[in-house]
């Protein structure tokens, strides 16, 4: 389903030639920024599912119309969900690249476009009634509406159906429901290393839960409050991504099977899925939500290392010379990009959590929108005070994915220090 449409921009006429390829989900999203006067131009095709009644059931498009056949495009875009695409760049007969499509393109450099495509298609089906479902039991769960939760973890197969009417059911409703929610995103752990992280800190949690169960206790206790929240808005950032991994595809599905290599490409190529106006908000929600937990995490962390919730890495210490104890942390330092610093010199969650993710000037660049876009190269410049930090739009993108596997982190271990951890009552 392949097909091209000329955009004419409705502020000041200019017209981009936009080649669409469409892959195995209904819905193509697109957006860009006009190269003459650079509005946002955003929009959607719906393909029919019965070709019969032709490739186009719905298309949509802000800030632009069709043209006229017969206009002069001044450039060219490709639209293609599952691939990288070059990025807005001027029609010329003479570039052999303008007539193949991005799936081509990739196939004559690799075998990988079959592997991504069919991953795209099972998400595509599969996911938005999967979603619901695990929302729904989420939400018994946190009303305590066991009557209902067991009749829905039953009816969707996470627990199994006591065969004689006197058995009663002996669920650890804490585990089932971290099952129902990770197994939700698994899709992202194509990628082996994630996936053995995420067990390996599980195992690590209840070793270290019974190698030192005061100081876990006493962790618990000193964040009761946090303890109480994480996990809501750690499920609110999973929330998030159900939202927008689809605008990410192409980076996930490079992460996935590889090699392209963002940092090779990033010049030459980007996504036209979204745009940064679409992911900046997200990245905003990420930043505040993840920092506030790190708290967490950094006792987690001590305990591991110097089986003391309160003595931190020596020479990070060094430069926050008032902080004693992990209470002080979470009250003191309520700069996120200063939190994070503890996790730079050592970091018993690496891959999961990339430092590099949580970014000081990022946050209050899109925070006081004082950041510009070069719609064309999809080049980012955020400023905040003196200081400058350019990324492109991939690179940004990458950013908010890398930042679900934190999330996944993070949500481990705020459901383990709230159910398997007790509370102090003494
Ligand atoms: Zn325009």
Same mark, same amino acid.
């Given at each position: ?32 920024? *006009?190269?003459? *006067? ?22 949509? *498009? ?6 006229? /056949? ?19 760049? +001027? ?23 079959? /592997? ?45 159906? +006591? ?150 890495? +020596? ?30 010199? /050592? ?80």
């Amino acid at each position: 389903m392949n097909t091209s449409t000329k955009l004419q921009c409705e502020v000041c006429n200019n017209v981009v030639l936009l080649k669409v390829y469409g892959g195995y989900v209904h819905e193509n999203r697109f957006a860009f920024n *006009c190269p003459e *006067c650079n509005i946002t131009i955003s929009g959607y095709w719906i393909w029919n599912e019965d070709v019969s009644q032709g490739f186009v059931k719905e298309f949509k *498009c802000n800030n632009a119309n069709r043209a006229d /056949e017969t206009s002069e495009p001044s450039h060219i875009l490709q639209l293609a969900t599952e691939f990288f695409t070059f990025k807005i760049k +001027p029609y010329s007969l003479s570039d052999p690249t303008i007539f193949l499509s991005p799936y081509i393109l990739e196939q004559m450099s690799s075998r990988r476009s079959q /592997e991504k495509s069919s991953l795209v298609r099972m998400i595509a089906e599969g996911f938005d009634e999967e979603y619901k479902v695990a929302m729904r039991i989420w939400e018994l769960f946190q009303n305590k509406n066991f009557k209902y939760l067991d009749r829905q973890l039953i009816s969707n197969h996470f627990v199994e159906k +006591p065969r004689l009417a006197v058995e009663t059911l002996n669920i650890d409703y804490p585990k089932v429901i971290q099952l129902v929610i990770i197994n939700l995103f698994s899709f992202i752990f194509n990628k082996q290393i994630y996936l053995d992280k995420l067990q390996e800190l599980r195992k690590m949690l209840q070793t270290l839960f019974k190698k030192n169960p005061q100081e876990m206790i006493a962790l618990r206790n000193d964040l009761s409050e946090l303890v109480t929240y994480a996990d809501r808005s750690v499920v609110q950032l999973l929330k998030n991504f159900a939202q927008y991994f689809r605008l990410l595809w192409p980076i996930i599905l490079s992460d996935l099977f590889g090699p392209d290599d963002i940092q090779k490409i990033k010049e030459k190529q980007g996504i036209l899925t979204t745009n940064f106006d679409m992911l900046k908000n997200y990245y905003v929600e990420a930043y505040e939500a993840l920092g506030s937990v790190l708290p967490l995490l950094l006792g987690i962390q001590n305990i591991k290392i110097r089986a003391d919730r309160n003595k931190f890495e +020596p020479s990070i210490l060094h430069e926050f010379n008032k902080l004693q104890t992990i209470k002080d942390f979470e009250k003191q330092i309520q700069n996120k990009g200063n939190r994070i610093k503890f996790f730079v010199k /050592e970091n018993i969650f690496s891959p999961l959590l990339e430092p590099t993710i949580l970014d000081n000037i990022i946050r209050n660049s899109i925070g006081h929108h004082s950041y510009d876009y070069k719609a064309d190269q999809q080049l980012i410049r955020f400023k905040d005070k003196n200081r400058n930090h350019d990324l492109f739009l991939i690179e940004f993108g990458n950013l908010l994915y890398k930042s679900v596997f934190a999330t996944l982190a993070a949500f481990e271990i705020s459901m383990f220090l709230k159910y398997e951890v007790p509370e102090d009552n003494s």
